[in-house]
Nanobody, 121 residues
Framework: QVQLVESGGGLVQPGGSLRLSCAAS????????MGWHRQAPGQQRELVAT???????NYADSVKGRFTISRDNAKNTVYLQMNSLKPEDTAVYYCTGDITDYGMGFEYDYWGQGTQVTVSS
């Protein structure tokens, strides 16, 4: 079994920063792309950023220049550094990982339970 556990969410004022972390654990054989999605109240879930195992990144236009995704392959962990936060960044942030575990033997898209980020004065 594989689990993704996020941490680092919270309440921050506009213009502030937060750093989210997500650690994958379990019977992991390999991890391909990892990423972050978010869902605001009443809205559809949207992609925020992704990073491949080789370090190639992709960002939503709404966060380019403000958010940075990174990963530590040795720790099976992905991070999201969020700067210059805006009220419209308020959402539940979900970590994702394309992971092959020893039990299943094929790659599967795992999701974390989500962490709340609230940007408000």
């Amino acid at each position: 079994q594989v689990q993704l556990v996020e941490s680092g969410g919270g309440l921050v004022q506009p213009g502030g920063s937060l750093r989210l972390s997500c650690a994958a654990s379990g019977s992991i054989f390999s991890i391909n792309t990892m990423g972050w999605h978010r869902q605001a109240p009443g809205q559809q879930r949207e992609l925020v950023a992704t990073i491949t195992s080789g370090g190639s990144t992709n960002y939503a236009d709404s966060v380019k220049g403000r958010f940075t995704i990174s990963r530590d392959n040795a720790k099976n962990t992905v991070y999201l550094q969020m700067n210059s936060l805006k009220p419209e960044d308020t959402a539940v942030y979900y970590c994702t990982g394309d992971i092959t575990d020893y039990g299943m033997g094929f790659e599967y898209d795992y999701w974390g339970q989500g962490t709340q980020v609230t940007v408000s004065s």
